[in-house]
């Protein structure tokens, strides 16, 4: 299954570490790439450092109308999934979610109203609020595990510079030799 994300609502100042964390977690996660609603250029640049280090081809591409990217991406046959405290709860919904290619939109500040009726599903990790980080993280690790993918060994072997042997304690990253 595709995965792209839509980050709507970021705030240049205030947004800045919380949207590099939703791309650091799509990227960590299995998405394919995230669509950012800002002329922020910080974060292409620092997810291109993490791509970098620890390879994988995650993009962050910036918009300016997110309104036509969930169009283009519905008539290309894709479904939308906005993720808001409001919707159906996420167990309840899994079972009818199923895509080639879904684009999930998170939000930062309010998201413009509009957006509950171009969703396919609005989806509540839960029915209280708490982070787009977190439901971001949840939701995909659900959605994958329903089609069979933990989405927690995801490997970014190709083109990274590093990797990291796990241990039970201490560190060990490894140079990869290209
Ligand atoms: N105050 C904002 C509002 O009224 O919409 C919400 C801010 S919240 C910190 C930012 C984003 O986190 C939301 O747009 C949503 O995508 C996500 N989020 C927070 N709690 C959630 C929940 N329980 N389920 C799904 N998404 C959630």
Excluded: C
Aim: net charge positive; proline share 4%.
């Amino acid at each position: 299954m595709r995965i792209v994300i839509l980050r709507l609502g970021h705030r240049i100042q205030r947004d800045q570490r919380i949207t590099t964390h939703v791309a650091l977690t799509a990227r960590a996660m299995g998405a394919e790439g995230m669509l950012l609603d800002s002329d922020d250029s910080g974060i292409e640049k620092s997810l291109q450092e993490a791509g970098t280090s620890w390879g994988g081809s995650f993009y962050v591409k910036r918009i300016t109308s997110w309104k036509s990217e969930i169009k283009k991406w519905k008539d290309a046959g894709g479904k939308v999934i906005h993720l808001t405290m409001y919707g159906i709860n996420l167990p309840d919904a899994i079972p009818e979610i199923t895509a080639d290619a879904l684009m999930i939109v998170v939000g930062a500040e309010k998201v413009p109203p509009e957006l509950y009726g171009l969703a396919d599903w609005n989806v509540g990790v839960g029915n209280q609020p708490h982070s787009e980080v977190a439901a971001l993280a949840i939701t995909l690790d659900r959605l994958q595990a329903a089609s069979g993918k933990d989405a927690l060994k995801t490997q970014f072997l190709p083109g990274g510079e590093r990797k990291i042997i796990p241990h039970r304690a201490g560190k060990e990253v490894i140079s990869i030799i290209k």
